[in-house]
């Protein structure tokens, strides 16, 4: 998979600035994550602190991401989730994949964020059941409670 170029990268981070469309910099940190020093360097102010550690390989980031997001949904972590829709979104824009961003925007929210991490999953063609408890994920990713009986964890209608 091809990423975006760094340029890309950089007004990227820019305008999700400028639009105040990551207040908490979730978003930004996979970004950052992409650039190379000298166009971290471009975003990296006192204003916008960042950590920088280049990552090289952000497909695997993104499989393994995903099954963190899934773990996420299934124990009923609304910050937790939230924060992993969003990061996934930003893999599938930095990975080229603008139809995948779309499907997930299209999506509803309801359960944790499960029929966006769905669209992100479908979208690469990679596992979304595959898990220990992939009947109440699909409950979930279909807008459902996790358990037909009533969820005790927190989920609801």
């Known amino acids: 998979m091809t990423i975006r170029t760094q340029e890309e990268i950089v007004t990227r981070v820019w305008a999700l600035r400028a639009n105040r469309q990551d207040i908490l910099g979730f978003r930004e940190e996979v970004l950052v994550e992409a650039l190379d020093l000298d166009h971290a360097r471009q975003v990296i102010t006192p204003r916008h602190p960042v950590e920088w550690a280049q990552r090289v390989d952000h497909e695997t980031y993104a499989r393994e991401y995903l099954e963190f997001a899934i773990g996420k949904i299934l124990d009923h972590r609304g910050n937790s989730a939230s924060r992993s829709v969003d990061k996934l979104s ?36 990679w596992p979304f059941l595959d898990c220990d408890d992939g009947l109440a994920l ?8 996790c358990d037909p009986q009533g969820c005790e964890r927190g989920c609801a209608d």
């Open 138 to 145: 699909a409950r979930m990713a279909d807008g459902q409670q």
């Open 90 to 125: 930003e893999l599938a824009w930095l990975l080229g994949r603008d139809d995948i961003v779309a499907a997930m925007d299209h999506a509803g929210y309801p359960m944790y964020g499960a029929p966006k991490v769905r669209a992100f999953a479908d979208g690469f063609g």
